[in-house]
């Protein structure tokens, strides 16, 4: 089901790089403590200006407890019926030096020039994370701090228009930290892109090749899907040791996303590839395990090892259908489980995942990776396509992704995510999401919008607990609209639906959103 957000916020994204500063505040006072003080706003009841352990510092009129926490009676709540600029923080002193983590569960109405929470006169950089707009639902953000001179600083932040609110509650601050390993990328559509004549510039204009424009903005993972014996002759075995080759050249791992399948697998369609038509499921398991073995091993030969694999792309109705539907698990765990034995024959150290859509879905996912683990099926890490404008809230996403973490034990990552940075179409075809009202409540169709979706999913990542965040794909990154690199294999004319959702602009320059490439 799409998502229906019930008006359109527009957020504008780039914090003011001053923020507020710190030097107008007066002196901290002896009384600082070395332990977080009130981090639930419990102490104070309603309605209290300052709370209790905490300082405010601009409109302070605009930082107040109210009714409503998460968790306890009450909690922080920044709002103004002018425009307001407020920080409420905290001193901490007598720290010992080292690694903290702050959480905080918030919510935010969006709008804001700014609403952000920091780390900072830590003695090292400081760290902000920004509140994701979640109006409804909790969301727990981190911020990871290195602590070098024995204190540090928390603060809640808000540079806001009139009306704009933010709610903060449940903050710890404890030793430990946070980050993602994968920053990653699809890049499936750029080989055929480049032989149509695509064009790749990076922000200044200067044209480059694609990968190193996404290496230098921080991107560390590529993503290739693999058809078996597509149409157009892209997406092949061929064509994937020949990108592999330029993925490993800039220093970025690899992940390899096995379709089993001529064209396109989703949850709506796994169709065979024309050459296992009519094969038996005993034949189908050898087929699984030859195709797998022969495109990871050719890899291995050529010296780019694939670092991660995906056995099937969003099979939440299974694979290989008929023989592979979810209809028939017995079957679907041992077409799977031939291909994991595939991939670790050729290398035990790669890591294999399974995928599913709709990242929002608990009760599906739970159903589908609990089937799964009844059935024996063999994996080690769970990646869940995450698309705000079709597969839940935020908050929906965030509480699958942490249960899956925890449920099976296992390290999660978001194998597909992207957001529109405009509406309009720069080819024939019609963008799949181009009507305001398709899109994320707070999240303008503008390349700050896209920035910001970026920057919060993978702030929902860093937050899974135990460090099980793996990081974020994105997906068709270099999808742009070249003429005869359209959606359908089988025909040369077919158009492309996605290049407002790309990483490079309608001028073929990178976006600003290639900034979430150097989140933590």
Known sequence: MKFHPRGTLRALLLPLAAGLALT????PTAAAASTLTNGGFEADGTGAATPSGWSEYG????????????????????????????????????????TYKLTAWVRSGGGQKSAYIALKNCGSAEQRTDLPVSASGWIRIVVPVNVTNNQCTISINSDANAG????VDDLTFTSGTSGTSIKGADISSLAKSEAKGGVYKNSSGTTGDALAILKSSGMNYARLKVWVNPADGYNNKTRVLAMAKRVKAQGMKLLVDFHYSDTWADPGAQSKPAAWAGHSYSQLKTDVYNHTYDVLNALKAQGTTADMVQVGNEINGGMLWNEGSTDNWTQLAGLINSGYDAVKAVNSSTTVALHLAKGGDLSGTRWWFDSAVAGGVKFDAIGLSYYGYWHGTLHDFQTTLDDAASRYGKPVFVAETAYP?????EDAHENIIDLSGE?????????????????DIASIVEAVPNGRGLGVFYWEATWTAVNGNGWDPTDASSGNGWENQALFGYDDRALPAMAWFSHR
Request: charged share 10%.
């Open 24 to 27: 107008a505040l007066p002196a």
């Open 421 to 425: 940075f405009r509406l309009d179409s």
């Open 439 to 455: 899109l994320v409540s707070g999240y303008a169709a503008s390349t700050a919008g896209q920035t910001q979706w970026m920057k």
């Open 164 to 167: 704009n609110w933010i709610n």
């Open 59 to 98: 409109s302070t009129g605009a930082s107040y407890v109210e009714a409503g926490g998460r968790s306890g009676s009450y909690r922080l709540s920044h709002w103004a019926s002018t425009a307001y600029k407020v920080e409420t923080y905290q001193y901490l002193s007598g720290l010992a030096n080292g």
